[in-house]
């Protein structure tokens, strides 16, 4: 069976409105599409996501031998020294032996007990944006999520607050790099924030070195197994990760599903007295995924659903699809909380699955407990901000009463 051939229609904005209409289409036609524009081949269906995620002829670090087609619109972040250095031991882009070490590492200074230890100070941080609601003009993005998740990474990674503005720049202008076009421009600011925030971190560390604190950097320098510790790049990758990709997506999940409540009519107001918060959570991030699109290389040739993949060419598994898919959930397009089926892919599976899961399900806990105790209506229409991988609005202008 051949692969059909299509442009995807990442930049128009009808769909990046509304992508899901458009990725049935591409479910029922065929379970890969490739793509001309990004030379990537679309894996749409779940259980082809599911089974790519968890095998190890798929890698997410390109191969050894790999030719780069001129197609190709992905950046290449070796062309770009400090967003490399950045992104040398970023788990997200390793496999084998030093992916597996480099995140036993890191797990161990992120442990669940450590993360719940943050309840309060998330509480009360939630609380303090929420009681300063001004119902004239309050943008949930600005005014709310991206304070507030920006506010527990720094307690976490045990970051002043004082650069928090800095983080939350870099951060927005470092995660350009991965949507499947990027323009000269950006990739120019990116290059330029990554070269910061490089500089800064390593400033950072040496202080925490010196002057250890109960905080995450100050664990990631001192974690260890078998006598082996982390180097002070894999830290500064690691940092930079967790901020760029733990915010990025904490936020805008807290921005879709909200606006996913108020767009499907469903109330605000006590929704977790009437439902599990753990399952509106789930339900939520599954309905409308944060992050879209992951890439990898095949490592040998293979087949997918009868259809053959060369060695070494590129797929994207498209999770947003995948969540939306009939065969794994029945009635896909509608939000149910009281779905059997929670096993959506927006946390990812596998070796990469999201090692922040346990922080991020906790904000969304308290986020939307406090959340619920209001009515929340929207403004204005709120409007997408035009990228297809990192799914989000560009601001949410709502009211609560
Ligand atoms: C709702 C919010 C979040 C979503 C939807 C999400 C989603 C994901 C997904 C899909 C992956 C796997 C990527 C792949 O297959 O290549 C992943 C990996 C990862 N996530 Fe998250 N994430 C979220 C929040 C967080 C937070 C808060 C943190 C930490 C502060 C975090 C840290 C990580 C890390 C370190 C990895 C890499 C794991 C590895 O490659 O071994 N994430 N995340």
Known sequence: MGIPEITFPNED????????????????????????????????????????????????????????????SLINPKNYDYFWKTEEFNLLNLEGNIHDELRGLVAKAFLNRQVQELKPFMEEKSSELLNGVNNDKFDL???????YSIAVI???????????????????????????????????EA??????????????????????????ISRLSQVSENDQKLTKDQIICTVILLLNAGHEATVNTIGNSIVALLQNNIPTKNLDRD?????I?????????????FQRWVLEETEI??????????????LGSANRDEEAFEDPEKINFQRSNLNHTSFGGGVHYCLGAHLARLELE????????????????????GAFGIRGFKEISISIS
């Open 154 to 188: 720094g307690e976490l990674l045990g970051v002043p607050q004082v650069d928090y503005d800095k983080f939350l720049y870099w951060s927005h202008a470092i995660v350009k790099m991965y949507d499947l076009k990027v323009s000269d421009e950006s990739a120019s």
């Open 305 to 318: 659903s009868g259809i053959k993949l060369p060695k070494y060419s590129k797929i994207a598994i498209l």
């Open 366 to 385: 308290v986020s939307f407990k406090n959340l619920f105790q209001n009515n929340i209506s929207l403004n204005e229409d709120p409007k997408r901000t």
């Open 141 to 147: 993005l600005a005014d709310y999520a991206q304070p």
């Open 275 to 279: 439902h599990d918060i753990k399952n």
């Open 191 to 216: 290059e330029a924030a990554a070269k910061e925030f490089y500089v800064y971190m390593n400033n950072l560390i040496d202080e925490k070195n010196k002057n250890p604190q109960n905080d995450m």
């Open 13 to 72: 904005i009808e769909f990046i409105k509304d992508p899901y209409p458009y990725l049935k289409d591409l479910r029922d036609e065929s379970p890969i599409h490739y793509d001309k524009l990004s030379g990537l081949n679309l894996v749409t269906h779940f259980e082809n996501v599911k089974d790519i995620q968890k095998s190890k002829n798929f890698s997410s670090s390109e191969p050894t031998g790999y030719v780069k087609k001129s197609k190709e």
């Open 281 to 293: 959570i789930e339900e939520l991030i599954r309905w409308d995924s944060p992050l879209q699109f």
